[in-house]
């Protein structure tokens, strides 16, 4: 098995992330303490070479290769703290609250229906010592008018930012799409105008950003082939306005090519925090290895994203909601959660709506309208839809009497999703359907995707944020485009749903039950016409060693709640406060 992270997603324009399982990158030490030949040196401090052990966290998990580049701007591909430790954002995202912790921002209100006043933390600095102002967070959402940015969707409803002073900064919108807005104030960086003012668009989006300079508690201190060092500022403003700091001095993050190499580290004590799919967690967790999860029991880990079996609804029988109703009725997800993912996923409810989501799922309509594998079902709907075996080969023909063969992709390499893509292919030939699974390259797949051409895929990118509204904006998005690049694979056209988006986008996240009232009637689309088939809650994925660290998040006891994670866009989402809550381990 390989690790993988996703490439980071829009939400309109703007990222979230999606991480599975499986991926790779170039050839690893053994051990932190292995040299690193080469690599670039930053700022002035401790050898990376020669960290003191008790102040160092090893991680491991995100990257897949050498580090891209230093952007905070580029959310899927920036190397390893770039967004959340090094550059901030106005606020965090309790996903134990479920509400906007303020950061940057002290304080945050819409003062009328279309503007929002952000008043910010006085006394911040920039690590190049210049203070932090309302202009830098002026500049970077005007950053957005640029096309090419990944938030520039943003200025379709956003009027102005302003300066009203130096801690105060006036958004003003053409109309207030609160669902959208919230995640924005916790998923844009901040960076500051003295040095990126002038930069042309190609550099603003792709330049490497070698020397970044932020806001945030680490600073980069060097990288190499296999790893990007952080080192701890000791002049974070946060640590006298929040009364919080990080505990590790240094953070570490490597590059493994292998859930074996990841596997390996762990055990020989060579890293404190593994991000990676590991299968065999069961036998780790009870075993005498130092180690912990979330959970000291199946699923073992928080959900992170659902992954989905997506139709291409322009295709026939995929164009037929019978037929998507009788192939979900026919995929036996609990052989995936266990004899794929030994345990380590949970199967999806039929809204897939993430756990963190439940207070959203309208039970009646699931009770009514949902789906369950059931094989004499499966077979009950084709029939009664027209599809049967008529040369009697043990698979049904189209209604037409046209073979029906389906390729179900998934990339290849990606060896979870591989084996969940034969156990799909396996129990639809028990209803009568037949799916070849097909493992083409990632990027021919991202091309296939994207033009339309394929029958079915696994896909997971949505993940865990503010609201569902992320999660239906992908699913009902319109219109649909020739390149279908970010969001509904399925190509599913339904006016009255993205309707339902939209105004869902127009409701207050605090106002729980204009919420639900919206997103009961999205589920009863969702569930009557099955655009996406929802399979299993993917794993946010969290090995932890106490050799060095300890007080790592878990479910029961006094532990921090907040999950371990060093992904690109989670460390806003718990993961930089769990690092503020680990304590050295003496023994």
């Not at 008018?145 to 302003?162: A, F, G, N, Q």
């Not at 439940?358 to 699931?366: A, E, G, S």
Request: hydrophobic share 35%; glycine share 8%; charged share 20%.
């Amino acid at each position: 098995m390989r690790n993988r992270a996703r490439k980071i997603i829009p939400l309109v324009a703007a990222g979230l992330l999606a991480v599975t399982a499986c991926s790779g990158g170039p050839s690893t030490p053994t051990g932190p303490a292995a040299t690193q030949g080469q690599g670039q040196s930053g700022p002035a401090g401790a050898d990376p070479n020669q960290l003191p052990r008790n102040e160092t966290l090893y991680t491991t998990g995100t990257q897949w290769g050498p580090p891209a580049n230093f952007n905070p701007i580029r959310e899927w591909d920036s190397a390893v703290g770039t967004k959340g430790l090094v550059y901030e954002t106005l606020f965090h995202y309790d996903t134990v609250a479920a509400k906007l912790t303020p950061w940057l921002a002290a304080s945050g209100s819409w003062t009328d229906d279309t503007t929002y006043e952000v008043k910010l933390r006085p006394g911040v600095k920039w690590s190049d010592g210049q203070p932090f102002t309302a202009k830098d967070v002026v500049f970077s959402f005007e950053l957005g008018k640029m096309e090419t940015i990944p938030y520039h969707h943003l200025w379709d409803w956003l009027k102005s930012v302003e300066a009203t002073d130096d801690q105060t900064v006036t958004f003003t919108f053409s109309k207030a799409n609160y669902q959208q807005w919230d995640f924005n104030l916790y998923s844009r960086s901040i960076v500051p105008e003295h040095i990126w003012k002038g930069r042309a668009e190609k550099e603003v989006l792709d330049g490497l950003n070698e020397n970044p300079v932020g806001t945030g508690a680490y600073k980069f201190m060097s990288k190499d082939q296999d790893r990007v060092v952080l080192q701890r500022r000791d002049d974070w403003w946060g640590k006298s306005t929040l009364n919080m700091e990080p505990k590790p001095r240094y953070i570490v993050d490597i590059a493994t090519p292998s859930n074996e190499v990841a596997m390996g580290l762990l055990l020989q004590k060579g890293l404190d925090l593994s991000n990676n799919f590991l299968p065999g967690v069961a036998n780790l967790v009870k075993g005498n290895f130092g180690l912990t999860t979330y959970y000291n029991e199946p699923p073992y880990m928080l959900s992170a994203n659902t992954a989905w079996l997506v139709p291409n609804t322009t295709k026939k029988p995929m164009d037929d909601p019978a037929f998507r109703k009788a192939l979900a009725s026919s995929i036996d997800v609990k052989k995936i959660v266990e004899g794929v993912y030994g345990n380590l996923v949970k199967a999806a409810s039929p809204t897939g709506l993430l756990p963190q989501w439940d207070k959203y799922v309208d039970q009646n309509v699931v009770s009514a309208s949902g789906f369950t594998f059931d094989t004499a079902k499966a077979k009950k709907l084709l029939a009664d839809a027209g599809y049967k075996d008529g040369d009697g080969d043990g698979y049904v023909e189209n209604k037409d009497g046209s073979k029906l063969s389906l390729s179900l992709i998934v990339p290849s390499g990606w060896t979870d999703w591989m084996e969940s893509a034969r156990s799909i292919a396996a129990s639809a030939k028990t209803a009568g359907i037949q799916i070849t699974p097909d493992f083409p390259d990632f990027n021919a797949l991202v091309e296939k995707r994207g033009k339309g051409d394929f029958d079915l895929l696994i896909n997971n990118e949505r993940q865990l944020s503010n609201s569902p509204y992320t999660y239906y904006e992908y699913l009902f998005q319109l219109p649909i485009q020739k390149q279908q690049n970010t969001v509904n694979f399925a190509r599913y056209e339904n006016k009255k749903a993205w309707d339902l988006v939209q105004q869902l986008d127009q409701v207050r996240t605090d106002d729980t039950a204009g919420m639900q009232k919206i997103i009961s009637q999205l589920q009863q689309i969702h569930l009557d016409d099955l655009p996406v088939i929802p399979l299993w809650y993917n794993g946010l994925w969290a090995q932890s060693s106490t050799s060095t660290w300890k007080n790592w998040p878990a479910a029961a006891g006094g532990a921090p709640k907040t999950p371990a994670v060093m992904w690109r866009n989670w460390i806003e989402l718990g993961g930089f406060e769990t690092l503020t809550q680990l304590q050295p381990n003496a023994s």
